[in-house]
């Protein structure tokens, strides 16, 4: 064989072998995609016993399971959620509640970041008309403007962690329930550079009671609340978050609800305690008491 032709099989070869070799292009990556497997538990208490009520459907309405067990996502639904680049840990930041928004239809359609704030309407004294003393006007319950979501970093190595806590409620039985679990907190854990979700849990922590309903009755004045305890209501890929100190975590923890709530940095007591200190006060400075029926740390009330 010539040297002419040996050159010519070796260029031929190598031109076989450069589409192998070479990068593809942008349009044909794909995004790394994720599943997100969703519960939701019935009602297992509640004050009134709502969950109950057979006959009126309201049991019903209560326990829609949700909407799609499983559910594929991609990078994209989750990369508006990532904190800025220079953050500072124990600094808490505003991530838009969009992304979380979408994810919780999984469990139902409803999912709105906007808050009802009671099943009763507004009364309101305006000026009448004709110069008279003020009348009452009865407005229709309001949707309050949305809490949103806080965020804070757990860690960046070896993996970007972070905490989220994020309000969101749902409307079910035609609209008219509308069910506000007291928070979703959110563990996301992903690689920023391989645009790869690690692991996603959003869920309602489990406690005491985590769950206000609101029924607005049609030609009743006030509508009808309950407080309720569900077990479980949630999403997550089969991949856990990985383990962090319990007390970082409740640092974190508290860090997003005084971001939440400004009257979380108040130094509170219980009455017995705050009756001690107001004797070794030097000062007369009066007592304020809170009565409450449910949870002032959360929307579960």
């Not at 997100?36 to 109950?52: I, N, Q």
Request: proline share 9%.
């Amino acid at each position: 064989m010539s040297r002419s032709h040996l050159l010519r099989v070796a260029w031929a070869s190598i031109a076989l072998l450069a589409p192998a070799c070479a990068p593809s292009d942008a349009s044909e990556r794909h995004e790394s995609t994720f599943t997100l497997t969703a519960e939701w538990s019935p009602v297992a208490r509640s004050e009134d016993g709502f969950h109950l009520e057979v006959e009126s459907g309201l049991a019903a309405a209560l326990d829609p399971g949700p909407a799609a067990r499983e559910r594929v996502y991609e990078w994209s639904d989750v990369a508006a959620l990532l904190p800025p680049e220079d953050l500072e840990f124990d600094r808490p930041w505003t991530p838009d509640v969009g992304p979380i928004v979408e994810l919780l239809k999984q469990l139902h359609p409803s999912a709105t970041a906007r808050l009802h704030r009671h099943c009763q309407p507004r009364r309101l004294l305006v000026p009448s008309e004709d110069g008279g003393p003020p009348v009452e006007r009865v407005e229709a319950p309001r949707m309050d403007g949305p809490l949103g979501a806080r965020g804070t970093i757990l860690a960046r190595e070896p993996h970007l962690d972070l905490l989220i806590r994020a309000h969101v409620q749902f409307r079910l039985g035609g609209g008219d329930v509308f069910y506000t679990p007291a928070q979703f907190e959110c563990r996301l854990t992903v690689d920023p550079v391989a645009r790869e979700v690690l692991a996603l849990h959003i869920e309602v922590p489990d406690r005491d009671t985590n769950v206000d309903i609101n029924v607005r009755e049609r030609g009743v004045a006030f509508g009808r609340v309950d407080i309720a305890h569900v077990p479980t209501i949630r999403l997550r890929t089969d991949a856990a978050p990985p383990r962090r100190d319990a007390f970082a975590l409740d640092r974190a923890r508290v860090t997003l609800l005084c971001a939440f709530y400004p009257w979380a940095v108040v130094d509170w007591h219980e009455l017995p305690d705050a009756f001690e200190m107001m004797k070794d006060e030097e000062d007369d400075r009066p007592l304020h008491a809170i009565v409450l029926y449910g949870s002032l740390d959360d929307e579960s009330c």
